[in-house]
């Protein structure tokens, strides 16, 4: 399975942005996908994840401002993001899983990242 992300990009602080990640080889294999990100100088942290069954897990730091949702016919998964602040700056990786509910940070397939960068 491949990872592609897309739609990153420098923004205003209060601006949005939407992120996708299309998933080719194998994503019938593909149960979870899910969004984490890495900002400079920190550790990776979840963002957002979703089941192929639609249920999701958003971090709380972005809770009401980022929606996740998914196309699993396209096997795409996306990430709005909305009110974005500098803390929000990060690069953004794409993760997917066979398991539904894999553990943080152990999802077998991930994608390259794709830079987001709030400017206050």
């Known amino acids: 399975v491949q990872l592609q992300a897309s739609g990153g990009g420098l923004v205003q602080a209060g601006e949005s942005l939407e992120l996708s990640c299309v998933a080719s080889g194998t994503p019938f294999s593909i149960n979870a996908m899910g969004w984490y990100r890495q900002a400079p100088g920190k550790q990776r942290d979840l963002v957002a994840t979703i089941t192929s069954g639609g249920s999701t897990n958003v971090a709380d730091s972005v809770k009401g401002r980022f929606t996740i949702s998914r196309d699993n016919a396209d096997n795409t998964v996306n990430l709005q993001m909305n009110s974005l602040t500098s803390e929000d700056t990060a690069v953004y990786y794409c993760?997917?899983?066979?398991?539904?509910?894999?553990?943080?940070?152990?999802?077998?397939?991930w994608g390259r990242g794709t830079l987001v960068t709030v400017s206050s």
């Open positions: 993760a997917a899983d066979p398991r539904s509910r894999p553990g943080s940070s152990t999802y077998t397939y």
